[in-house]
């Protein structure tokens, strides 16, 4: 029986997605479903979405400085805009 590998990729990649999403679940007050749907509103990748809330975190940074970081990320304002549309 021959292997799948495009199976094997699609399966290993969505195993990551969910776990970031746990992580991610973990860090704030929304559940793994509202992540989800978020990181898929924005199109981001997870990597860029960790970027995204490297730069809200970084205090040593003006906001005027971690907007344009974010601008700077592939759907990052797009990330970042469903994010806080979540909180307000």
Avoid: C, H, Y
Avoid at 1 to 18: F, S, V, Y
Avoid at 19 to 37: H, M, P, Q, V, W
């Amino acid at each position: 029986m021959p292997i799948d590998w495009d199976a094997l990729a699609n399966k290993a990649a969505q195993q990551t997605d969910n776990e970031f999403s746990d992580e991610l679940a973990k860090l704030t007050s929304l559940n793994t479903t509202e992540i989800t749907n978020f990181i898929a509103e924005s199109s981001i990748s997870n990597a860029n979405a960790v970027k995204v809330l490297q730069e809200i975190n970084n205090a040593t940074r003006t906001n005027n400085q971690k907007a344009t970081a974010i601008a700077s990320i592939d759907n990052g304002v797009g990330f970042l805009v469903s994010l806080v549309g979540k909180v307000v």
